[in-house]
């Protein structure tokens, strides 16, 4: 499984209409397209940042919309006020304890890891990581996308509400220290957001 996310650093202005767009306009061309399957959104309120990823069940289905989905892209961007930037990933985890729920929030975070010790630091993820996160309040799901060529990764753990995943904020700090230095991974970045779209259909991969 692949995904492609789509980030926009949008105008607080304009992020209701964005989000209208995603979901009234963008969501429903994807959904028809072959191999994909589905679509998520999350939003940052305070800052603008607006990521759009959308899943699919081979890097040749993915590849093969990239050209038709350029304007979509650039349609949304006028909307939100900003420039797209886009990430294509392999799906490397994903765990869900059950279907998010309207309020539902996640946390994220990116790393780097040196590719050849790659492979290691997915095993710590899914072996180390997950059933600690699984015991964190409110958990709903985790995912795990890579890029191997590069190193870089990204864990969004999704949970059911914005008091669940403020009251956990601590250990989960504790926890990304913790598996960052078992797995050799530099934390570039870290976010929590909305999620404002949940319609992904990715199967359980752990």
């Known amino acids: 499984m692949f995904a492609r996310s789509t980030t926009i650093n949008a105008m607080l202005m304009s992020m209701e209409a964005g989000i209208a767009q995603v979901r009234d306009e ?31 069940r081979s890097e040749q289905a993915m590849r093969a919309t990239d ?24 799906i490397a985890v994903l765990h869900r304890d059950h279907r998010s ?11 780097q890891v040196d590719p050849e010790k790659l492979e290691r630091a997915i095993d710590v993820y899914r072996l180390a990581s997950l059933p600690r996160l699984e015991d964190l309040a409110g958990f709903c799901s985790a995912s795990l996308l890579v890029d191997r ?23 989960a700090a504790s926890m990304r220290a913790a598996t960052s230095k078992d797995a050799g991974a530099q934390v570039l970045d870290t976010g929590e957001f909305e999620l404002v779209i949940a319609h992904l259909r990715v199967p359980e991969l752990t």
């Open 101 to 111: 729920v309207a309020g539902a929030c996640i946390r994220a975070t990116w790393v």
């Open 149 to 171: 060529a590069s190193g870089r990764a990204v864990s969004s753990v999704t949970y059911d509400s914005r008091e669940a995943m403020d009251s956990n904020r601590d250990a």
């Open 67 to 90: 050209e038709e989905l350029r304007p979509v892209r650039e349609r949304l961007a006028r909307t939100l006020g900003g420039s797209p930037q886009v990430q294509e990933w392999e």
């Open 26 to 56: 963008v969501m429903p061309t994807l959904v028809e397209m072959d191999g994909c399957i589905g679509l998520s959104m999350m939003a940052d309120r305070e800052s603008g940042r607006c990521i759009t990823t959308t899943a699919w």
